[in-house]
């Protein structure tokens, strides 16, 4: 815990000073406003850039001790193993995420518009009998594949996607979401795999655009949408109602403001996850 609170207290107070879009002080609205128009960095060129400052500055700096992180983290580790032993593909297999799919008529499964079918996934289909629910497990970072669990077995079985590997390969959930929410836009609301191409590349093109755009925007947000309670409390033995509002206002980029309206258009039950 000391160490995570001294690598915070570093990054705010050397690192991110010195990033385009550094905000200054949050309670300068005028600061904000100068910051949020400054604010070109991609998420690749951030963790380049993030990587380079870890590894090239923060690891070999000296502290009050004499020692660099980098020397006390093999000091530990003389007299100490290694706290988690945890393969890469079992680390991968924390962020599947759970859900019951039903079978298509051809023995396959589809999800966010994408197909998946095996040999193995048709004769679970077979034995299953039509409109049966399965347990699949996906990785919102990877949707090349699917994880189906045997209901009787609890075995897991691997079943790729049948679509466009050129389309599915490193595709997340999040940007599928996106697509299908911005072909919906476009009054597609049940686009094949040239349409599922052709709105990906038109979304590519919309965002690199407005990534260039230093138009600001208001935004209201709702603030807990739901769940009061934490904003009334017991005074005197009377309950009383935070001044708190429901919403505040926030700044945002063009780029933050579109894709924020598109996260509200709501998709159907089979092509949400």
């Not at 002080?25 to 951030?46: E, N, Q, R």
């Not at 995420?97 to 298509?104: A, D, K, Q």
């Not at 590997?165 to 996106?178: A, F, I, M, N, V």
């Amino acid at each position: 815990k000391c160490a995570i609170e001294h690598f915070n207290s570093v990054l705010k107070s050397d690192f991110c000073p010195k990033l385009p879009g550094w905000r200054g002080d949050k309670k300068d609205p005028d600061a904000v406003k100068f910051g949020m128009s400054h604010a070109i960095l991609s998420v690749t060129d951030f963790r380049r850039i993030f990587a380079r400052w870890v590894t090239g500055q923060y690891l070999i700096k000296p502290g009050e001790d004499g020692c660099s992180p980098k020397e006390r983290w093999y000091r530990h580790f003389c007299h100490h193993g290694p706290a988690v032993r945890w393969s890469a593909e079992q680390v991968a297999m924390l962020r599947l995420r759970p859900n019951f799919l039903t079978f298509r008529d051809n023995g396959g499964l589809e999800t966010l518009k994408l197909r998946y079918w095996s040999t193995q996934l048709s004769m679970l289909h077979q034995e299953l009998g039509e409109k049966a629910q399965v347990l699949v497990y996906a990785d919102p970072r990877d949707l090349s594949f699917l994880l189906v669990q045997h209901p009787r077995t609890k075995l897991l079985s691997r079943i790729p996607c049948v679509m466009d590997p050129d389309y599915t390969r490193g595709l997340t959930s999040y940007q599928q979401s996106l697509i299908l929410r911005f072909a919906r836009t476009k009054k597609i609301n049940n686009p094949n795999m040239s349409e599922l191409v052709a709105t990906r590349l038109e979304l590519e093109r919309y965002v690199l655009q407005l990534a260039k755009s230093k138009k600001l925007r208001d935004k209201k947000i709702v603030l807990n949408a739901g769940n009061l309670s934490f904003r009334t409390e017991e005074i005197g033995g009377k309950r009383s109602k935070s001044s708190e509002p429901a919403t505040r206002e926030v700044v945002m980029t063009e780029l933050e403001y579109s894709l924020l309206e598109l996260d509200t258009i709501e998709l159907s039950e089979e092509e949400a996850w």
